[in-house]
């Protein structure tokens, strides 16, 4: 079989299926099948496949017309400037959170050398992408999950950031190394009773212990905020991602903690999706 009928045959089953995207789906998971990239898809449709490749080609579309999502399919995703491999351990990077990133820059220079702590770092993609962006950064990332530190530090040595940044398998409570300059967190924030209702990809895939906030969504994002009053400096900067509607309840905290509130930051949905804080 060639490329093209094998495409169109796997469209057609993601369509059947009521999954979003069938055309590019099936091409990503062609090109990953086939090691090669969509432009080669493109122009090669006549090109004949072997029965390992439709075989593994097959089997990835079996599992998306399930709703499991691209990104573990395939174990990556781009985020920032950058591609990440993802699997089953960790929440997929959201162009959203990309937003913490730009304000880091907005922040700091280039020239300015710093300690960065990340809280719940999960893939790594907050930390390793602002180390990235400002070479005077050195980084600290701890998780609750052995797994997801297991896939920061491959994405360390795949983006040349080993000698930068260290990982801690670690509960924010038990945590108490160092004195930050910056905290960034991305931490759990769904009403454990919302999470059946977000959509199937992310509920039946992702790992709920990187989305569920507890009965009010605020649980985990109390500790983090308590966990970085003790450990950032003074006239340090705490990026904070939350909730839709969590903004006001989140300012309390904060201010309850010793912060100052910079500014929130809205998404690309219109919606609020990071405070900036200052230790006072």
């Keep these: 079989m060639n490329i093209e009928?094998?495409?169109?045959e796997g469209i057609n089953i993601l369509q059947k299926n009521k999954i979003s995207n069938p055309r590019l789906d099936s091409e990503l998971l062609l090109s990953s099948s086939i090691k090669k990239d969509k432009k080669h898809i493109i122009l090669n449709p006549k090109e004949l496949l072997n029965s390992e490749q439709l075989g593994k080609f097959k089997d990835l579309i079996e599992r998306r017309k399930k709703g499991e999502p691209i990104a573990?399919?395939?174990?990556?995703?781009?985020?920032?400037?950058?591609?990440f491999f993802v699997n089953k351990d960790v929440l997929i990077p959201r162009p959203d959170t990309e937003l913490m990133i730009e304000q880091v820059l907005r922040i700091y220079s280039k020239e300015v050398q710093l300690q960065v702590l990340d809280i719940g770092t999960g893939s790594g993609c907050i930390l390793l992408s602002i180390l990235k962006e400002r070479p005077n950064f050195y980084g600290?990332?701890?998780?609750?999950?052995?797994?997801?530190?297991?896939?920061?530090?491959?994405?360390?040595?795949?983006?040349?950031?080993?000698?930068r940044v260290k990982f801690f398998h670690s509960t924010v409570d038990n945590f108490s190394i160092g004195k930050y300059d910056l905290i960034v967190s991305n931490p759990p924030y769904i009403e454990l009773l919302n999470l059946k209702y977000l959509e199937k990809d992310v509920v039946n895939f992702e790992p709920?212990?990187?989305?569920?906030?507890?009965?009010?969504?605020?649980?985990?994002?109390?500790?983090?905020?308590?966990?970085?009053?003790?450990?950032?400096?003074?006239?340090?900067?705490?990026?904070?991602?939350?909730?839709?509607?969590?903004?006001?309840?989140?300012k309390i905290i904060l201010k309850k903690e010793g912060f100052y509130?910079?500014?929130t930051i809205k998404d690309y949905g219109n919606n609020d999706r990071c405070i900036i804080s200052t230790k006072i």
């Design 5 to 8: 009928n094998i495409l169109n």
């Design 72 to 83: 573990y399919l395939i174990n990556k995703k781009e985020f920032w400037k950058n591609e």
């Design 140 to 163: 600290t990332g701890i998780d609750i999950s052995k797994k997801s530190i297991n896939v920061s530090k491959f994405n360390t040595k795949q983006l040349n950031l080993t000698n």
């Design 208 to 250: 709920k212990l990187a989305l569920s906030g507890g009965l009010d969504g605020l649980s985990k994002i109390k500790k983090v905020i308590s966990k970085a009053r003790t450990l950032i400096k003074k006239n340090g900067k705490f990026i904070l991602e939350i909730g839709f509607n969590q903004k006001n309840k989140v």
């Design 261 to 263: 509130i910079n500014r």
